[in-house]
């Protein structure tokens, strides 16, 4: 497949696109997140999210939580619920619309050996998209970075939409009717984390997902896979286990790839409908990074009296 050549930069009316390399990832300069977004501003933003499904918005210093769900608030309905219950641990970060992806305890700390959080998010390194392990799936992350290792901790990404594009026809054949089942656990334990005992367990069940679906803002077909992804409706153990593995593969090829290098303040945002992610390692014994997510979902829900989308 031969590598599509970056755009050049352009500017809509109120701030500038720079398109990298591949072409999906784009970084955009003129909008400060940390101030109000204006309803202008919005649609353009939403606009640029369609063509370039990863943007990442640079500014001196990080927004603050509040400053970050206020705007994460902008792009759909918000992450609620509270982080998986791991059994002994407290919170970092007092919001519940903000996943602590961080290596740090409630006390700002480096993560000790043996506390499971570690342990479990180290599977971030497996190619991913956020939540698919939810039945409303995520639309939009939004990743600010608040402290950022001197070396490594890249977070790469790859279009699901290019990937479909690029299977051969053959292939394609009979995946448009399929259904994936997606478990948090599942992609927990692959990435060598422990077995959850009953208690974390319970905290997220499966969802099941097609495996091939429209991406609504551009209008492009797009694979929608995980780590999360256990198997196939329908389909033993073993057959589904090789066909996802084939099209994980296929998806995480050189030329599908782009790889963000942090800088401290940069927000990064993501279109989870149209592309995988995973964080890339470092000396997380060493060295702290701290990282803060936010995620909207395709829709609101109510639950227990509260939203959580």
């Not at 701030?15 to 990298?20: I, L, N, S």
């Not at 300069?29 to 939403?46: M, N, Y």
């Not at 608030?73 to 619920?81: I, K, S, T």
Request: proline share 7%; net charge neutral.
């Amino acid at each position: 497949m031969r590598p599509e050549v970056p755009n050049k930069k352009r500017r809509t009316m109120t701030f500038t696109v720079e398109p990298m390399h591949p072409p999906y990832a784009a970084r955009i300069t003129g909008i400060d997140l940390r101030q109000p977004i204006s309803a202008s501003q919005l649609v353009e933003l939403k606009a640029v999210l369609a063509k370039h499904v990863v943007c990442a918005i640079g500014q001196d210093e990080p927004p603050t939580n509040e400053q970050h769900i206020a705007f994460s608030g902008l792009l759909g309905p918000l992450e609620r619920g509270k982080s998986p219950k791991i059994a002994g641990t407290a919170e970092r970060v007092p919001h519940p619309e903000i996943i602590d992806q961080s290596n740090m305890d409630e006390a700002g700390e480096i993560y000790d050996d043996q506390d499971r959080r570690l342990a479990y998010k180290r599977a971030n390194r497996l190619w991913h998209t956020d939540m698919s392990f939810y039945d409303i799936r995520a639309t939009y992350s939004a990743l600010a970075g608040h402290i950022v290792p001197p070396s490594g901790a890249d977070t790469e990404f790859t279009d699901m939409r290019a990937v479909w594009d690029a299977l051969p026809a053959s292939r394609k054949a009979g995946l448009e009717d399929l259904v994936v089942e997606h478990s948090y656990w599942h992609s927990r334990v692959l990435g060598g984390g422990p077995e959850p005992n009953a208690e974390e367990r319970a905290t997220r069940p499966p969802a099941h997902h097609k495996l091939v679906h429209m991406h609504a803002p551009s209008g492009r077909k797009a694979l929608y896979l995980a780590s999360h992804a256990c198997g196939i409706v329908g389909w033993d153990k073993s057959k589904a286990t090789a066909l996802i593995e084939e099209l994980m593969a296929f998806a995480t090829q050189p030329q599908f790839i782009y790889a963000h290098k942090w800088r401290r303040g940069d927000v990064l945002i993501w279109d989870n409908l149209a592309t995988m992610h995973r964080a890339t390692p470092f000396d997380d014994r060493t060295f702290k990074r701290d990282m803060r997510r936010t995620t909207c979902r395709e829709r609101a829900i109510a639950q227990g009296g509260s939203s959580i989308a």
